[in-house]
């Protein structure tokens, strides 16, 4: 698997604009069962700083921008989220970082499960370990 994984999404659309539409299992490649907004992050904020156990994810930056750092432990590599028509796939143990929100960014995160902060890494030394075993 590689540390970066894109899904291009196909944009629909006429003479009134786009839309994307995005399906469980078919565009995003697990069945959906929570969606999240992270939008009006002050400047100079950068979140994240964590990796997930189980959880898969896309990423997509529905409104301006955001720079995704993703390190597996191995590799570290800095990926721009500025179009929405691109989703970021966020699985196998990835420790992630945002920076560099622009004012207008909204970006919308689908998720394969529920809220769980027990699926949380937030310890980057535990997450090397992790990485080990
Ligand atoms: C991730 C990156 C890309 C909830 O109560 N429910 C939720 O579904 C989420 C996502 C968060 N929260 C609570 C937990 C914290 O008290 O909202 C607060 C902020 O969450 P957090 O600091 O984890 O946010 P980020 O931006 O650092 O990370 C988020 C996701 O948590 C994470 O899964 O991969 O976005």
Same mark, same amino acid.
């Given at each position: 698997?590689?540390?970066?994984?894109?899904? @291009? $999404?196909?944009?629909?659309?006429?003479?009134?604009?786009?839309?994307?539409?995005?399906? %469980?299992?078919?565009?995003?490649?697990? %069945?959906?069962? =929570?969606?999240?907004?992270? $939008?009006?992050?002050?400047?100079?904020? %950068? =979140?994240? $700083?964590?990796?997930?156990? %189980?959880?898969?994810?896309?990423?997509?930056?529905?409104?301006?921008?955001?720079?995704?750092?993703?390190? @597996?432990?191995?590799?570290?590599?800095?990926?721009?989220?500025?179009?929405? @028509?691109?989703?970021?796939?966020?699985?196998?143990?990835?420790?992630?970082?945002?920076?560099?929100?622009?004012?207008?960014?909204?970006?919308?995160?689908?998720?394969?499960?529920?809220?769980?902060?027990?699926?949380?890494?937030? @310890?980057?030394?535990? $997450?090397?370990?992790?990485?080990?075993?």
């Amino acid at each position: 698997m590689h540390l970066v994984n894109w899904i @291009n $999404f196909p944009t629909l659309g006429d003479e009134r604009g786009s839309l994307i539409a995005l399906e %469980a299992e078919k565009h995003i490649p697990f %069945a959906i069962k =929570r969606v999240y907004y992270i $939008f009006n992050t002050k400047a100079g904020v %950068a =979140r994240g $700083f964590h990796a997930h156990k %189980a959880l898969k994810q896309v990423a997509v930056c529905v409104s301006g921008k955001c720079k995704m750092l993703l390190d @597996n432990g191995h590799e570290k590599v800095e990926v721009w989220l500025d179009s929405p @028509n691109k989703g970021l796939v966020l699985e196998d143990l990835t420790w992630r970082e945002m920076h560099d929100f622009s004012e207008d960014c909204v970006l919308l995160v689908l998720a394969s499960e529920h809220y769980d902060e027990l699926d949380y890494i937030r @310890n980057y030394e535990e $997450f090397l370990k992790q990485v080990k075993t």
